[in-house]
């Protein structure tokens, strides 16, 4: 079945700094990726989703990721962090018979003033 | 209005109660889901319904008992609770496609914590 591995439980950044979370998903193609951010204290929301085709992903609030065969990775980024970007950030893979999506450890994003 | 609702929003009870959680979804979907979210913010699947039949049962102990009494709600009841089940309960819904690509809508959570 496939999963995903997000490195990283914890990443700390300035404010103004690149972003780059990771995570790699573990075997085939997946004909689909997504991106989650968990807020504090509220259920997760979609930031982006890899369909097959294009490999640069545009979500919400200027993140995007790059999804790289060669590199089995689907890496979140965003130019320059926000105070308000502090969350947790969940990859995702349709997993099993029935697709259901299995998240990855998510992690959390800290934004230093 | 608020996509996908879930009450209570906190519970904290005693070991050995029984309590449910309910889950409304406005979205029209015909998949719903419960997810389980614990201390360390792992989130697992617990079930899944689609259009009021059970597709998804992962290994749940069977005092998890969920309900759907059309494909608009789905609620989750928990008998003899113990310590371990304190965690953040998400309901969820989806449209439902077969290859996988479906996006799913979380409602706020649950806190439940065991006393």
């Known amino acids: 079945a496939q999963s995903v591995t997000q490195l990283g439980s914890h990443v700390s950044v300035s404010e103004g700094a690149l972003v780059l979370l990771r995570c790699n998903y573990s075997?085939?193609?997946?004909?689909?990726l997504f991106w989650y951010v968990q807020y504090p204290n509220q259920g997760l929301q979609l930031l982006l989703k890899?369909?097959?085709?294009?490999?640069l992903v545009k979500g919400i609030n200027g993140f995007e990721a790059e999804f790289k065969k060669s590199e089995t990775s689907f890496h979140l980024t965003k130019p320059s962090a926000h105070m308000s970007d502090a969350a947790e950030y969940f990859c995702?893979?349709?997993?099993?018979?029935?697709?259901?999506?299995?998240f990855g450890r998510g992690t959390s994003l800290i934004v230093h003033p | 209005d608020t996509a996908v609702s879930q009450t209570p929003k906190y519970l904290v009870t005693q070991m050995g109660n029984d309590k449910s959680i309910k889950c409304e979804q406005n979205l029209g979907h015909d998949t719903m889901y419960w997810y389980k979210q614990d201390s360390k913010k792992f989130l697992k699947i617990m079930f899944s319904?689609?259009?009021?039949?059970?597709?998804i049962n992962e290994t749940v102990p069977n005092r998890f008992s969920p309900k759907s009494p059309d494909k608009a709600h789905l609620n989750l009841h928990i008998n003899s609770l113990e310590l371990g089940d304190s965690a953040v309960y998400f309901c969820?819904?989806?449209?439902?496609?077969?290859?996988?690509?479906?996006?799913?809508?979380f409602g706020e959570g649950s806190w439940l914590t065991v006393v």
């Open positions: 319904y689609n259009n009021k039949e059970l597709i």
């Open positions: 995702a893979v349709p997993s099993g018979g029935s697709y259901i999506p299995t």
């Open positions: 969820a819904s989806s449209q439902r496609r077969v290859t996988g690509g479906n996006t799913i809508y």
């Open positions: 890899y369909t097959t085709g294009a490999t």
């Open positions: 075997s085939s193609v997946p004909p689909y």
